[in-house]
């Protein structure tokens, strides 16, 4: 198993993306594994998106990563089950933050 922890948005000179989601974990699992292949499905993701309490739709913020797992993976490897819920706020004003737990292959 993979845990990756709680991911928020970089862009490629790391500065931090305010109000959009970035990729983040794809590179984590490249530099810590070798290569996305040695994953051999998602199990889990959990995603916090920054919003106001007004703010009902955090299935389909999160619904971005889980669309993006399965074409890396495919669907019947790259969904697993998700989490997704509002918060006030993140750490350092981003959007999103979202962690995923992997099985290895």
């Given at each position: 198993m993979v845990y990756v922890s709680g991911h928020l948005p970089l862009m490629a000179g790391r500065s931090l993306v305010k109000g959009k989601v970035?990729?983040?974990i794809l590179p984590t699992l490249v530099a810590n594994l070798g290569s996305l292949d040695r994953i051999g499905r998602v199990v889990k993701l959990m995603g916090l998106v920054n919003c106001p309490t007004d703010?009902?739709?955090h299935p389909h913020v999160?619904?971005?990563?889980s669309e993006l797992f399965a074409e890396v993976w495919g669907a019947d490897h790259g969904v697993g089950v998700r989490s997704a819920f509002g918060a006030g706020s993140l750490p350092l004003g981003v959007a999103v933050e979202i962690?995923?737990?992997f099985e290895l292959a």
């Open positions: 970035g990729l983040t703010f009902v739709q999160i619904n971005g990563c962690e995923a737990v």
